[in-house]
Structure formats: C-alpha cells, structure tokens
Nanobody, 123 residues
Framework: QVQLVESGGGLVQAGGSLRLSCAASGRTFSSYAMHWFRQAPGKEREFVAA????????YYADSVKGRFTISRDNAKNTVYLQMNSLKPEDTAVYYCAARSTTWLSSPRAMNFWGKGTLVTVSS
C-alpha cells in the first residue's frame, strides 16, 4: 500500500512558476513509476508527466513539454513537478499517482492516487 499526499499548489500569475511535491508513504516507493495528472473543471483527468522508478526516464504530455519538469528523490519518498511559464490553461487540480513497474499515461492504469492540489493560473 502506498499513500500519496500532494502539496505546493496555489494561485500564480501567467508566466510564473510553482513546484508541486508528492510525499509517499511505504517502503516500496522506489519500485513505483510516479505520475502527475491534472483535471480541469468539466474536463477529464489527463496525463501530465511520469518518471521511471529509477528516475532515469521521464515522459511528458506535449502540452507541458519544455515547461514542466518531473523529478524524484527516492531517499525522501518524494516526487516533484516543477512548473514554469504557467498559462491559464494549466489551471486544474493536480494529482500524484503511482503505478508498479512501468509508466502509463492512462489514469485507469494507476494503482494509487493522492487527493490532489489546486493550481490556479490567472491571466
């Protein structure tokens, strides 16, 4: 069992930056591929970024590529999402998710979810 708790959301102006964190419990954190998803009001949950269990491979949605960076610290059981050059369309609740073994971009493939943190980007 893995419990995930996100933090770092808030209100930021367009062009600004935020860093989200996801703290995980459980001794097997390092064996999970970690993901960030987001869900805007009235829209489906969508894939944002993923990182392999070693941290050696990262994957991004086209909409955030070049602006967002996912990273992890297995010693601290934490995954991060650095978000730069934020746009109003990035406004959403951001969720951390874990999947054993390899990463996938489908929300239905995740094993564990956090409760989310709200990011609001004003124009």
């Amino acid at each position: 069992q893995v419990q995930l708790v996100e933090s770092g959301g808030g209100l930021v102006q367009a062009g600004g930056s935020l860093r989200l964190s996801c703290a995980a419990s459980g001794r097997t954190f390092s064996s999970y591929a970690m993901h960030w998803f987001r869900q805007a009001p009235g829209k489906e949950r969508e894939f944002v970024a993923a990182i392999s269990w070693t941290g050696g491979n990262t994957y991004y949605a086209d909409s955030v590529k070049g602006r967002f960076t996912i990273s992890r610290d297995n010693a601290k059981n934490t995954v991060y999402l650095q978000m730069n050059s934020l746009k109003p369309e990035d406004t959403a609740v951001y969720y951390c998710a874990a999947r054993s073994t390899t990463w996938l971009s489908s929300p239905r493939a995740m094993n564990f979810w956090g409760k989310g943190t709200l990011v609001t980007v004003s124009s």
